[in-house]
């Protein structure tokens, strides 16, 4: 009886996995969008063997190359702006005007056309026209030239009045958002972008988030509660920016007459440590982290990779010489918002956060260290006030009741300002006993992951990966090391200054 039923389902599964295998082969892969100054066409994609090719001839008429076959040799002549690249059949190596290059896959000649795989592409073709090609196979884009393709991260925050969305663009690019009715555009500067938005479950904010009429722009639909919007525009650090939407009810909702002024949004709000009187738990925030790759080097490192492994290192040094209580925001790969982190320390009651990060600039060149605290952006003056402003009595274990500030998560950081400079300070100091500061040392920035943060706290971009020697330079534990032991030093002085 046992046995009859496993055939039953075995029987079944197979006739699933048949029918499956009859849909993907009867799916033709997505062509590729070849994306250039002159516009968009598209690039017919042709699986051999598992594997995406390219037809030589669409080569051709896509980029004004032309072919000759030498049927007595087997191969094939492309002739590139005036260099040459020689195929052979069922070959998985090409000359490239006398120079070999490897592709995952053999040249195929099939029914008189030949097939080379999409890989040609950016390794072979790009190097004969002399023209970056940058195949972006997620996204199923042939990028071609220098073009702005950011990539944007999408992330949706639902509270009980709002929802916050988000988007993390990589590299920063300007945005501009604009309301027409029952939507919002945002357009982004740009040629077009690489977009990951998280499914949505349709709610009374916001019913999607979808690509817009032109490549450039994307739509947020929004629903019957969004009554109006703010937009907040920071640069995430110096390689990402971030564009934040809020929607939000409006504040007479059901009431005829204009409700008292509201109270401000509960999940913004956190309770207060009281200045820091001592350094005991030290909070490390590797930047980045899961889908947010940060910034990415010319040769490839990562961000993400290089900020976690310098922030074990720094927590080993300052367990076992401090031996205080180090908490990593993140200790393996995966994404976090700005606001976790800091509410993340908040929660750890941290006397101090330190943020690593590594930096980006167009200008190959700039390459040092950089240290950041926060800025606030209105007055900094009118901040710490709002700040200082917010106590409230709150029932006690045992009776009674006992006074604790709430302060908005907006101005958490403001109070923790002149300690925050002074912090930055050591570490700049620190830093350049042991490593190539940038000519902006220290700087103050609208850092998010510092806003929240109710201590002590300072953003370290520890070196440029977008120089190329600095991106050698990071990736080595020779230099992770003189990092970690300079912001150890750091939090030596700062000890000294809490408990003097
Ligand atoms: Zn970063």
Redesign the pocket.
């Known amino acids: 009886m046992k046995l009859r039923t496993f055939h039953t389902v075995a029987a079944a599964a197979v006739i699933i996995f048949a029918t499956l295998s009859l849909v993907l082969l009867a799916q033709a892969p997505a062509p590729f969008t070849v994306l250039s100054r002159e516009g968009r066409k598209p690039l017919p994609v042709t699986m051999i063997n598992n594997q995406e090719y390219v037809a030589v001839d669409d080569i051709n008429a896509t980029f004004g190359t032309t072919s000759r076959e030498d049927q007595l040799a087997g191969g094939l002549t492309i002739t590139a702006r005036g260099q040459s690249i020689v195929l052979t059949a069922d070959q998985n190596v090409v000359s490239v005007a006398g120079r070999l290059v490897s592709l995952p896959a053999p040249a195929v000649r099939r029914d008189n056309r030949w097939f080379v795989p999409a890989d040609f592409l950016p390794r072979a073709l790009s190097s004969a026209l002399n023209t970056r090609l940058d195949l972006r196979r997620a996204m199923r884009l042939l990028i071609v030239g220098e073009m702005r393709v950011p990539r944007i991260v999408a992330r949706v925050d639902a509270g009980s009045t709002n929802v916050a969305v988000t988007f993390e663009v990589t590299p920063n690019t300007e945005a501009r958002v604009t309301a027409q009715p029952g939507r919002l555009v945002v357009q982004f500067e740009a040629d077009a972008f690489e977009l990951s938005v998280p499914l949505i479950p349709p709610q009374a904010f916001l019913t999607g988030i979808t690509p817009g009429d032109t490549p450039t722009t994307l739509v947020l639909s929004l629903g019957p509660r969004t009554a109006m919007h703010r937009v907040t525009t920071t640069q995430a ?1 110096a ?2 920016g971030r564009v934040t939407i809020d929607l939000l009810a409006a504040t007479t909702e059901a009431a005829p007459t204009p409700a008292p002024s509201p109270a401000p949004d509960t999940r913004l709000v956190i309770p207060t440590q009281g200045p820091s009187s001592g350094l005991r738990t030290v909070v490390i925030d590797p ?2 982290g899961g889908e947010a790759l ?2 990415q080097g010319p040769r490839g490192t990562l ?1 993400k990779e290089i ?1 976690l492994a310098v922030s074990r290192r720094l927590r080993t040094l300052i367990e076992s010489r401090l031996g205080l209580k180090v908490f990593l925001t993140r200790d393996d790969d995966r994404t976090l918002s700005a606001d976790e982190r800091s509410a993340f320390a908040n929660n750890h009651r941290a006397d101090v956060m330190l943020s690593i ?2 930096n980006y600039a167009v200008r190959p060149a700039l390459k040092g260290a950089e240290v950041y605290y926060l800025t606030v952006e209105r007055a900094d003056e009118e901040a710490r006030k709002k700040a200082d402003a917010n106590s409230t009595t709150l029932p006690a274990l045992g009776g009674g009741s006992r006074a604790i500030d709430l302060i908005l998560w907006e101005t958490a950081q403001a109070r923790y300002l002149e300690q925050s400079a002074a912090l930055a300070g050591f570490i700049e100091q620190s830093l350049a006993a042991r490593v190539e500061m940038s000519p902006r040392a220290v700087q103050q920035a609208p850092f998010r992951v510092l806003v929240g943060a109710n201590m002590p706290a300072a953003l370290v971009e520890i070196g440029y990966l977008s120089n190329a020697e600095q991106e050698t330079q990071l990736a080595t534990a020779a230099y992770q090391d003189q990092v970690a032991l300079a912001l150890l030093d750091a939090l030596v002085k700062f000890r000294s200054l809490l408990e003097p």
Do not use: L
Request: glycine fraction near 28%; avoid cysteine.
């Open positions: 650090d390689g990402s930047g980045h940060g910034t961000e900020t990060h590594a």
